[in-house]
């Protein structure tokens, strides 16, 4: 769950940042693209965190 909300945040705020930037539409895409994947990351971290936080 923290992972496909990650991603969809981290896009929104990719693209979010290149519009206000003033970028073409690969920049956006470029910008979604970077933020989701970190943003997904971040989102596994949390949910292994938690995962093994409830194990013990």
């Known amino acids: 769950m923290f992972v496909l909300a990650g991603a969809v945040l981290g896009a929104i705020i990719g693209a979010l940042i290149a519009i206000r930037r003033k970028g073409?539409?690969?920049d956006i895409i470029?910008?979604?693209t970077g933020y989701g994947i970190v943003f997904?990351?971040?989102g596994l971290f949390v949910t292994i965190f938690i995962h093994r936080a409830?194990?013990?």
């Open 24 to 26: 073409r539409r690969l």
């Open 40 to 42: 997904t990351l971040i």
């Open 30 to 32: 470029h910008y979604a």
């Open 54 to 56: 409830a194990v013990l």
